[in-house]
Every structure is written in C-alpha cells, then in structure tokens.
C-alpha cells in the first residue's frame, strides 16, 4: 500500500507557498539558485472541479497529498482562448495572446505567406502548428519518435532579401521562462506531444530548452509496444496512459540528474516538466470499438459510456473512462514526487501541477454540435464584394480572421441572423473596440471570435463529447496545486488567479527577475499570490 507523503517524510518537509505564491530562496533579481528546481506540470483538461471530487473520492491519493501539502488555487483561469499553445504559453511567458502574439495552434497571421509561396503573392496565410509539419519518415508517415520539423511545411517571412520558413519558437513574439534561465546559465528541459513544441524556446535562439522531448502523439503508425498498436494513440486510452508513461519516464530520468534518454549525465535542470493527455483524451473520447455510435464492423456494447461525466440524480459522476485516466496520472504524479524525494530534492523542488485547459462540456446534457460549415458559411454574409472569409479556427469557439476589406458589421449581422442555429446567446460575439482591448489589433487578431452557449461544439464528429479552446467556464476553470519548496502548512487561496501568473513566481523562487519576461512587462503580470 502506498504511504502518503507526510507519512514518509513528517510535517517537516511538507509544502506550501510563501512569498509571490512561492517558497523564494533569494532577492529578486540576484544571482539565481543552481540548487533550486521547478517541475511544472500541466494535466491537460482537469478542471478544478475534476481535482476536488478526485480528491475527496480518493482521500490517500497521491494528488490528495499534493493537495494536502501544498497550496491550492480554488479560482483560477487559463488563458482566452483556452487552446494548449495559449493555453502553455501563458505558463511559461506570464502572457496572454495580447502579447504572445499566438492565438491557437492553427490560426491566421496576415503578414505572412503560406508554405511553398517562396514569399510571392499576396501575404495573409493559416499558421498551422501541430503534427502536419513533421518531416515524414521513409514510408511517408508522420513518425512517433526522432522527428523534425519539415520547414517547406512552415508559413514564410520576408527577411530583407531572404524568404525564411517560421519556426514555431521564432512564431512567439516574446521570451520564456526557458530563455530567460538559460541566459542564466541554467539548464532546461520539457517534454509534450509534437515536435511544434519547440514554440517554448521563444524567439530568435535555439536550445534555450537543452532537453526538448517530445514524441508525436499523432503519429501515423502506433508502436507496437503499446497496448492497442492497431488503434492510434488517442483514440484508446491506455493507449494514452501508456504513451504519458513514455514522458514520464524521460522527466524522472532528469530528476535523477539524466538526460531525458537516460543515458548521459547533464544534471537536474532548474526548469523542467510535461503535459500529460490522458485526461484530455478521457473526457471526449467515444471509443472506436466499444461505441455502437462509432463501430460498424460489429461487437460494440450497447452499455458503453462514452468519456466525461456522467449525469446522476446526486449532480455529475466520473465516467469509467476519465476513472482509469485520473487513476493513472495520479500514480505517475505520485512516482515524479517520490522520485524527486528519493534523490533528496524535495526540500528545494516546487512541483507546480495546472492545465493548459479545461475541456467544455461537463455537463454531458447540454453538448449540442453545430457544423463547422454553418459557421463559415454565416460569417460570409452577403456574398456583395466585400465580404469573405480569409480563415476561421472552430472548436467549442469560433475565432474568424475576414478577407482584407471585409465589412466585420456585415458579418457580425449575419452572425446574429443565424444566432439560433449557432446556438448563440446574448453578448456571443466578441469584435471590434472590445476585443482589440483584449488582445490589440495586429496582423494575428481575429476579426470576430464567436463564442456559443456552453456545451457547443462546431463540430458533428461523433468521435466526441467535448472540446476546448473557448472561455466558457468548462474551459478555463482549471486545476492550480503548487507544493515543495521546504516549507510547511497546506493553504488555500480563494482570489480569483490567472495560470499567466505561473511564469513570473517561477522565475522569483529560482531568483531571477520576473521583469526579464517581455510579456510580464507587457502586461504586468504579477506572481502568484499567497493568500
């Protein structure tokens, strides 16, 4: 039987949050600790409400002593829009898209030229980020481990007489918490899902992260060691937990002071950690062969239930699904802290555990899918001459980037015109002075961004029952735990928290100046606090 944390090490080494919402060994702005560590995790899709009912169903849980020890956040918020790229980089920079300069993973940026255009033509092209832009290996599939980026895949920037390919690090507009510590003499490490991950670096130099993992979570081809070889990754989820065992692996041989391989000694880096997806996955995953909605080759089960919650006469329950992957993400949480305690770091580790999303809906009652198409097509209007749209990114939000000239009134008309079958309440639709308030209005700003009733999706894949990247409370509300550090007492925070907060208290426990992060500056962003 596990032991807890405090039955293991007493109430002497246990964690809590002292100063800027974090245990601070040195003045702001001094020389930085080589002795002191953050291990920042993100577990995609848990909202805090996830985390409270894990907790009080699983009280000797290794995320209830996490709990139990450190400082918990009981309101805070990721990003806007809630997408894993914003949604991390907020972590990592202290910044939101207003700064960042990145809305989504796949987006719009109007100064740009799309890949192959050798920079000729008119400017104005998607940004797309994710899998796609992996060099294909020898069989011409998008492979699990050891890939690059293929930069023919990449948008292109005019550089004086150059046409260069947009990397994802140089696509961030400012510096991150990676950078910052490298220029420290710090080392650094992260692990996540694609090789487009790279965007953590920050702009204008490579390997400010000495150690980037990151195998493709969307390869091609599942390896054969995992449990479903036959099934991709993510749509089984052990699967999933076998393939965040796989990063767990590579951060616990850091922790040891290894790189992630295991195989060369580097040293514990000051900043180090991972996403985990099997949450992610567990909430809108419909299962390819149990599902009788999605199996038509036979031998589905009619009691299937699909990923989520599930709705009972006493509120919402987890499904099996989300059961099996909070169980698994708790006893890998569980092997990083004992790892970390074993090699006697504990006492001088923050273990920083958040989300880069939420996932919308909860409540599986209120999911209502529109088609994408509906969307785009209502943002066209009127079809006169000077409409027309240039991009659109849809998930449970709608974020839509018009042609140049387009008239935004005449396609917020159209928009309300069609209110009802894009399910759109009052005060859906986010453009003009507001939203430029928000965010600025640059070459990447959408025009409009369309968010829906909660429990909306653009989508009518019946492949899943939730989806993330917009502001509805199922989407931002996200779990927020920080612990370690060597100092005692659990403490709860109720004032309202950003996840943007992350980076600059990160920066202040390991003495370095928050204000050396340009979107800290930028914005104001200030630490976390500590009541």
């Known amino acids: 039987m596990r032991r807890s944390i405090r039955r293991r090490l007493g ?5 809590a949050v002292i100063a800027g919402g974090l245990a601070v060994p040195a003045a702001q702005g001094a020389a930085p600790s080589r002795s002191h560590h953050v291990l920042l995790i993100s577990v995609d899709g848990l909202h805090d409400f996830d985390l409270n009912l894990w907790v009080a169903q699983h ?11 450190g400082t918990t956040y009981n309101q805070a918020s990721t990003s806007i829009p809630s997408d894993s790229f914003p949604g991390l980089l907020a972590m990592v920079t202290g910044g939101t898209p207003k700064s960042t300069g990145v809305f989504y993973d796949a987006a719009y940026d109007r100064s740009l030229y799309p890949p192959g255009s050798a920079c000729q033509g008119p400017q104005g092209t998607q940004t797309v980020y994710d899998e796609t832009i992996a060099k294909p290996d020898a069989a011409g599939h998008i492979p699990f481990s050891g890939g690059a980026i293929d930069p023919s895949r990449l948008p292109l920037r005019k550089v004086d007489d150059r046409c260069d390919p947009v990397q994802p690090r140089d696509f961030l507009k400012v510096n991150t918490i990676f950078g910052v510590a490298h220029a420290a003499g ?12 790279q965007i953590v670096e920050g702009p204008g130099t490579e390997k400010t992260v000495d150690d980037l993992f990151t195998p493709e979570i969307n390869a091609d081809v599942t390896p054969p060691d995992f449990p479903r070889p036959d099934l991709a990754i993510t749509d089984w989820v052990p699967n999933t937990i076998h393939y965040d065992r796989i990063k767990v692996a590579a951060v616990r041989n850091q922790i040891d002071g290894l ?16 996403n985990f997806q099997a949450v992610s996955v567990a909430e809108k995953l419909v299962d390819p062969v149990k599902s009788c909605v999605r199996n038509t080759k036979g031998g589905c089960d009619p009691n299937y239930v699909a990923g989520g919650y ?18 698994a993400v708790d006893n890998q949480v569980g092997r990083l802290v004992d790892e970390l305690h074993r090699k006697g770091l504990w006492g001088t580790a923050e273990v920083i555990l958040s989300a880069k999303h939420g996932q919308s809906p909860i409540d599986p009652t209120t999911l209502k899918r529109v088609d994408e198409a509906t969307l785009q097509a209502a943002a066209v209007a009127d079809n006169d001459g000077d409409d027309g749209l240039a991009s ?3 998930d449970d939000s709608g974020l839509l980037w018009l042609k140049p000239g387009a008239d935004v009134g005449e396609a917020v008309a159209s928009l309300r015109a069609d209110a009802a079958s894009l399910n759109l309440g009052p005060g859906a639709l986010l453009f003009g002075a507001p939203l430029q308030a928000l965010f600025g209005q640059n070459e990447r700003t959408p025009d409009i961004i369309v968010q829906p009733k909660p429990g909306t999706m653009f989508s009518t894949s019946v492949k899943k029952v939730a989806e993330h990247g917009g502001e509805a409370p199922d989407d931002t509300h996200v779990a927020l735990v920080v612990a370690g550090g060597g100092a005692g007492g659990h403490v709860s925070v109720n004032a309202p ?19 050396a992060l340009q979107a800290v500056a930028i914005e104001g962003t200030t630490p976390l606090p500590t009541r």
């Open 11 to 15: 109430t002497g080494l246990v964690a």
């Open 259 to 274: 790189d992630s391989s295991g195989h060369t000694r580097v040293g514990v880096p000051a900043i180090f950690g991972m």
């Open 186 to 197: 710090l080392r650094t490490a992260w692990s996540d899902k694609h090789p487009a991950y």
């Open 392 to 394: 659109d990114t849809a």
């Open 59 to 69: 009280p000797e849980s290794n995320l209830a002593d996490l709990v139990d020890q």
């Open 497 to 515: 928290v950003e996840t943007r907060q992350i980076a600059p208290s990160i920066l202040t426990f390991l003495g370095l100046d928050p204000e």
């Open 310 to 327: 599930v709705k009972t006469k006493t509120g919402l329950a987890f499904s099996p699904q989300m059961v099996s992957a909070l169980a």
